[in-house]
Each structure stands twice: as structure tokens, then as C-alpha cells.
């Protein structure tokens, strides 16, 4: 059977993304769907950044039959201005207009043919970090001394040589909280499923207006 062309898209980097994004949404009032058939919004993982700015994968996504709406969610890790740079020249030849800085409450952009484009940099579009680094806003108020202590053990770990890379410290510090809750060790979008991490948190409130508004939810 032929696969249906969807009017409206999201491409995030892996698949992680992909979990935690619709266990986010649902948890603020939206119904993602139970299938695929069903999603309210197409979602497709990319396998990494790198991937997802080659050329041609973004430029063939805008010229899909049907498209209405196309959503971007990306890590920022080091370097916010860059990365929105490689995004933008992916989508330049479909949106000539796109700002030189990505706006801080992330990109909603329209063509002259009503093609609407979107562009979220986790966790904020202005700061360093990644996916990890905007759920660890999401951490309780009263887990946040046991949010420390995993840092501070983080760090300890590094001085005794633990490999991990700087661009995923932040990584490590959540993954570091979640081990020590109950149940240890919950996947990223079963922590926001279950509450663990807050989906309702203020610091989350951003990027929901920023969803809902791009997709017309």
C-alpha cells in the first residue's frame, strides 16, 4: 500500500526525540494519536544532525506533494548560530527570507505560497545544550538537590576518567537523576510519561506555544 503524503511534518534528529516529543504534547492537552495513520503530525527521525543538513533531505521534504506545514527540531550542543545557519541554507531555496538569527521563541515562517516552515534549537534556541538539556528544566523543584548531586557526581566521574564527550554532559547529568529514581533508570519519554520529569512546567511552556502555534493545534 501506497504510504499517505501528510500535510504536516516534524523532523527531529534521533530516536529518542522521537519518543519523547509526543509523550511532551499529549501531556499538554493535545492527542498525538495512537498510530501512524493517525498522528496529527508526521514524524520522521533523521539519525543525526549531520544527516539531516545534507543536501537535498530538507529541500526534497519542502517539496513534498501535500506538504502544508514543516517542523525542525534540532540540539543546538554547541554552537546555536551555526547549526540554524546550516538549517537555513537547507531551507533557503524554499524560504529566501529566513532571518539571519533564529528568533528566541523559535522560528514560524510563511511562504508567498502558504508553506509554513518551523525551527526549534533545543533546549531554547539561544542556549548551549540538547533535548537532554531542556528535560532537565523539567526535573521537579523538590528533586532539584538530587539534580546537584548528580552534576557534582558527574563531575567526579570525569576527574576519574569517565570518556564521555563535554556536548553531552548534559546527557549525563539526566540520566545520572533518572537512575536514582523510582524506578532507577526510566527512558527520557517514560520520565515525562510518568511524571518523573514535570511536561507542565513553566520552562516547558515556550516550546508548547511554539508547537501548537506552528501546527495549527
Known amino acids: 500500500m501506497a504510504r499517505r503524503n501528510p500535510s504536516k511534518k516534524l523532523l527531529v534528529e534521533g530516536d529518542e526525540d522521537k519518543r519523547v516529543i509526543p509523550q511532551l504534547i499529549e501531556a499538554n492537552g493535545i492527542r498525538w494519536g495512537e498510530n501512524r495513520d493517525t498522528w496529527i503530525v508526521e514524524l520522521d527521525q533523521c539519525d543525526g544532525f ?3 543538513v545534507k543536501p537535498g533531505v530538507i529541500e526534497t521534504e519542502l517539496k513534498a506533494s501535500g506538504l502544508e506545514v514543516l517542523g525542525i527540531i534540532a540540539d543546538a550542543n554547541d554552537n ?6 546550516s538549517l537555513r541554507n537547507r531551507c533557503r531555496g524554499s524560504f529566501p527570507e529566513l532571518p539571519d538569527e533564529l528568533p528566541a521563541t523559535g522560528l514560524i515562517h510563511e511562504s508567498e505560497t502558504g508553506l509554513k516552515l518551523g525551527v526549534w534549537l533545543m533546549p531554547d534556541n539561544r542556549s548551549h545544550g540538547m533535548m537532554e538539556t531542556f528535560l532537565t528544566y523539567l526535573v521537579p523543584d523538590d528533586s532539584n538537590p538530587v ?3 548528580a552534576e557534582s557526581a558527574r563531575n567526579e566521574a570525569r576527574v576519574l576518567g569517565a570518556p564521555y564527550k563535554d556536548v553531552h554532559a548534559d ?8 537512575a536514582w529514581q523510582d524506578p532507577p533508570g526510566r527512558p527520557l519519554h517514560n520520565a515525562v510519561m510518568e511524571r518523573l520529569l514535570d511536561p507542565c ?3 516547558a511552556a515556550a516550546f508548547v506555544r511554539w508547537f501548537r502555534s506552528l501546527f495549527g493545534m
Open 147 to 149: 539534580l546537584k548531586h
Open 80 to 85: 546555536a548560530g551555526r547549526r540554524w545557519e
Open 171 to 178: 546527557k549525563a547529568k539526566i540520566h545520572t537523576w533518572l
Open 50 to 52: 549531520e544527516n539531516m
Open 201 to 203: 512546567s513553566p520552562h
